[in-house]
Every structure is written in C-alpha cells, then in structure tokens.
C-alpha cells in the first residue's frame, strides 16, 4: 500500500450489523484508514452495540468513537409540557430504538469527526434496495448530503472533497455478504437481529433475521449466526 | 390570528445570544407555536444556556429542549488510541465551545423534533453578512440543507414542506436590534460574552461585546446588557 493511500482517513459509520461491517471492510480494502463511529440511542440490547465494538477491532481500525445521543424526549415526548426537558431515559412506549432523521443525525457527526481529522471520505452502509422505504437510504438524499457536505466545511469551499461513499447502496443483500466474505468479513461477530439476546445470539425469526438468513442462502454462504437454541 | 395560525409549528434554535432571540420573536410574530431547542455543548459558562432559557421563557415558548451534545473527544482528541472513547468531558486544551460542523449537527436535531412534532418550519438565526467566514452560515449552505430536509424526510417525500427560515441572513446587527426592538425582545435576558460571568454579565471588551454594543449604537437602541463593574 502507498503512503498517500496510508495517509488517507474515512470515518465509518459502524452499526454492528452485517452491512455495516461490509461497509468497513470496503474502505479498508480501498486503503484508507479508517475510524470507527456508532451511536448509544438506547439500542433494546447492548449486543448490537458489543457487535460494533467487535467488528471494528477486527477490522483493525485506528479508533472506535460511541457517541451517546440522548434523544429520548425527541423521539416523540407529548408536547404538553412548557418547562425545560434534559432527555437521559427514553420515554415509556415509544420504541426505545426509533431515532428520527437517523441518517441525517449519523452523518452530521460523522462530518464533525471528518472535519477534525481532515477525512477523505466518510463511509455509510446505506442500501436503497432492501430499504427503499426510508427517504434517508435513497441515492437523491446521498447526493444532496454530499452537496451539503461541500458547502459545509471549510475544505468544501476551498475545493477540497469529503466523498460521501455508500458502496452497498444498489447492492442485494446476497451480492453484500458476498462482497463482505471475499474480503474476509466474519459475519459471526455481527448481529441484525431486532431481539439478539445479551450474547448477542439472534432469534432467527423476526424480519430481520430471515431476510438475512435469505442472504447467506442467495449467497451460497454458510450462515455463521449464532442462532437462539429453541 | 387565526386557527390555521396557530396550528403552524416551528422549531427554534435559541442559544441565548442576541441573534437567536430575535429569530425566535420573528417566528412567533410571524405565527408559528415554538418550539425551542438549545444544546449543552460544554460552554464556556452556564450564563449563555441559562440566557437561552430566560428568552424561551419569556417568548412563551410551548416547549424547550436542551440536548447535551457529547462531542468532547469528537473536538479534537489526537487520534492515538484505538480504544473505545465515549466523550465525557471536554479535552484539555481543546476550546470547549469548539463544535465541529456546528449548524449541520444543530440541524440535525432540529430536523429531528420537527419531523416527530410534523412542524412547518426551522428557523436559526444564521447571519451571512456578520459571519461571513463561517461557510454554515452562507445562503448557499441554507439551501443546500432545504434541499437534504426535502429528500431526508417522509414528508418531504410526499411533497410537504419542512421550511428552513433564516430571517436574519441578510440583515446587519443594527437592523437585528431594531427589528428584535420592534418585536419586544428584551435584549437584557441575552447574552453574547465570550467571557461572561455567572450572573451572565458581559466583560464588554472581547469581540463579542464590542460587535454588540456597536450593533445598538448603530441602531439608536438603548444598550441594556448587563456589564460587570470594572
């Protein structure tokens, strides 16, 4: 590897999941050094928190930041109240894992920490296709985050790039884990399961589960979840 | 004011300064039920949050967030360690008002609240010809988040709208006083010190007060800050 691509830095977001791990390993093996970031927002287990400390040590990252956001009264308090509310624990029946404006959220921090340390480029894990539903994957929302991005900082305006990258967004999640595994990805650290228990073992029954089960099978792939016993 | 009026809601980020004040009368002048959103960043002195507070309060606010934003590590940390780091407090040395990518990662939360609270608008009180340096505060930047709120939100998707107002863009500090003047903003509950005290009194000699005491000249408004006896 050249030194210029040595020198060149991404902050990834890293979610512990199975695309995110991809993603990580794509800008590695793109030669950049890389910076690990993820997010406290009250995930229902810490597994899927554990699993981002995990792939991010795998992956050999120069640093793992976990920004806690506390965003517990935003993400859906009443508004009935007039006086000052400092959110530190999410509200009784609002799902403890819904952040509004997620992406948007991630990737003002992200370009916080890309700012600092004079990033290249910072990584997301974003798929258009399995998540067509979220106006915040979709590759019109990435490009006018990269125009942001360039009249946002100081680089920008000066002609400088920070290149959003997102190179899962037009792939199946089959053509993902088989990207990941050629790169040598081991998909057992990572969890998608919406209730891993706390070792991080999944259900293997909710959504999330059987359509990444569906993807190792597509793939070819041995499924190497840690599964619930029954 | 009618019903329709009234129904409009507006998200409104107050940082207890001068500006942000006025911005917050305008929208309420011009309607809109605020909601008002501050974030503790580790300022300098609790005076500026506590002023935020003290103009919340008086604009009659519906509600008044406060997020800690933990961005302490995110400053400026050298990038040494590959362990884990979950910002606490501030680094030594590093400015602990630093705040990287500042109105992107404000307007992030902002976006936040208003797309749970489905409001009609977000206004920051952005001033392109004071702070012309800042490239977050250009009306290029505006734009460019207008178009990411338009495409990140579900309600932008389905062709709602999510305004981002910046009635201050254009204006010159006097024209901020007498407009704020006009509107009954009492510019005694704000402030503006780089160093205040924690009465929230102002040294009246960095930049900041001397910006400010010209803006009043210039306007032929009374100066009712608050200055700490020599």
């Known amino acids: 590897m050249s030194d210029s691509a040595r020198s060149k830095v991404a902050v990834v977001l890293v979610s512990g999941g199975l695309d ?3 993603c990580l390993a794509i800008a590695a093996a793109q030669g950049y ?3 690990a970031l993820s997010f406290d927002y009250g995930q229902r287990s ?9 792939v991010a040590q795998a992956a050999g990252v120069k640093e793992h930041k976990i920004i806690p956001l506390q965003m517990g009264t935003i993400g859906g308090s009443a508004l009935t109240d007039a006086s000052i509310a400092v959110p530190e ?48 994957c979709r590759p019109q929302y990435i490009a006018a985050y990269q125009q942001l991005i ?3 900082t100081k680089k920008g305006v000066e002609g400088g790039i920070i290149a959003l990258e997102t190179p899962l967004i037009d792939l199946s999640k ?23 228990n706390v070792a991080g073992e999944a259900c293997g029954r909710c959504d999330s589960c059987r359509f990444r089960r569906k993807g190792f099978d597509d793939a070819g792939v041995d499924d190497p979840t840690l599964y619930q016993r029954a």
Chains 1, 2 share one sequence.
């Open 46 to 54: 810490r597994s899927e928190l554990e699993a981002a400390v995990r």
């Open 20 to 22: 995110s791990a991809t």
């Open 150 to 152: 360039n009249l946002a």
């Open 89 to 136: 624990q999410e509200s009784e029946g609002i799902p403890v894992t819904y952040v509004p404006a997620r992406n948007t959220v991630f990737l003002s921090y992200a370009l916080a920490w890309a700012e600092v340390v004079d990033a290249a480029a910072i990584f997301i894990g974003v798929n258009a296709r399995d998540y067509s539903g979220y106006p915040d």
């Open 174 to 196: 089959a053509e993902i884990i088989k990207t990941g595994t050629r790169l040598g990805v081991n998909y057992g650290l990572t969890v998608s399961c919406y209730q891993a």
């Open 33 to 35: 050094q890389c910076l």
